[in-house]
């Protein structure tokens, strides 16, 4: 079946060390976004890419890294100049840029100690 | 910047009543509109959208959404509600530009829970 794989669902970290969430998509999209979300505060946009080996900043890119080398995989690195990374952080793809029509994955559940 | 605003940040109804969650946003230009839906600990599904043409959607799950440009809105409704219906909705727009297409980047709203009483 089509879809998007993220892993790991549940991740614990100690302050400081940086983590990297996976994410692959075999729905042949062309574009891939990563949301975070935390409660009460929406989906919000920390990196996308609307191609393979070309991404931009969202609204919140700060502390975060990612990398585009296939068309199938997104990695999120959270580096520890994040402040606050403990969240759920979800990945998206839609087949190209400006249809809005997005397809997530699971989750991943980030908890920083 | 766009923005969307979700009215009530909690909704309850009973098995059976009519639910209506509100979707306002604010751009003078009508940007295509989505609802998604989120099951605890899940990713979101997309419930319906609007582009173009007719402005009262139908999607999945008997939900639809009725696009009023006149009011910045787009309110979803569904007349009969299901203990399964119990999740956090939430309404997502594209920026436009003036000839209508899009510039991609969806703008969420805080989402809506919804909780149904048996």
């Known amino acids: 079946d089509g879809g998007i794989t993220q892993s790991p669902k549940y991740l614990f970290r100690k302050e400081g060390q940086n983590v990297t969430l996976s994410c692959e998509q075999n729905l042949n999209h062309d574009a891939m976004y990563w949301y975070r979300q935390d409660p009460g505060q929406g989906l919000r946009l920390i990196y996308y890419s609307q191609i393979v080996n070309d991404f931009q900043k969202g609204d919140i890119a700060e502390g975060y890294s990612v990398s585009r080398e296939k068309k199938e995989s997104f990695p999120l690195t959270v580096t520890s100049a994040q402040k606050n990374p403990t969240a759920f952080y979800l990945c998206?793809?839609?087949?190209?840029?400006?249809?809005?029509?997005?397809?997530f994955g699971e989750g991943s559940r980030l908890t920083v100690l | 910047a766009q923005s969307v605003t979700q009215l009530g940040s909690h909704v309850s109804v009973s098995e059976g009543a009519l639910v209506l969650l509100r979707c306002n946003y604010s751009?003078?230009?009508?940007?295509?509109l989505f609802w998604y839906v989120q099951y605890p600990n899940q990713g979101l599904q997309l419930l319906l959208k609007?582009?173009?043409?007719?402005?009262l959607v139908k999607g999945i799950n008997g939900f639809e959404a009725e696009f009023k440009k006149s009011e910045t809105s787009f309110h979803l409704t569904k007349p009969s509600a299901h203990m399964s219906d119990a999740a956090e909705y939430f309404c997502?727009?594209?920026?436009?530009?003036?000839?209508?297409?899009?510039?991609?980047?969806?703008?969420f709203g805080q989402g809506t829970i919804l909780t149904v009483h048996p």
């Open positions: 998206a793809s839609s087949q190209s840029f400006n249809t809005g029509e997005l397809f």
């Open positions: 751009s003078s230009v009508p940007p295509y």
């Open positions: 609007y582009t173009t043409g007719a402005t």
């Open positions: 997502a727009v594209t920026d436009n530009n003036a000839g209508g297409t899009s510039y991609g980047k969806l703008t």
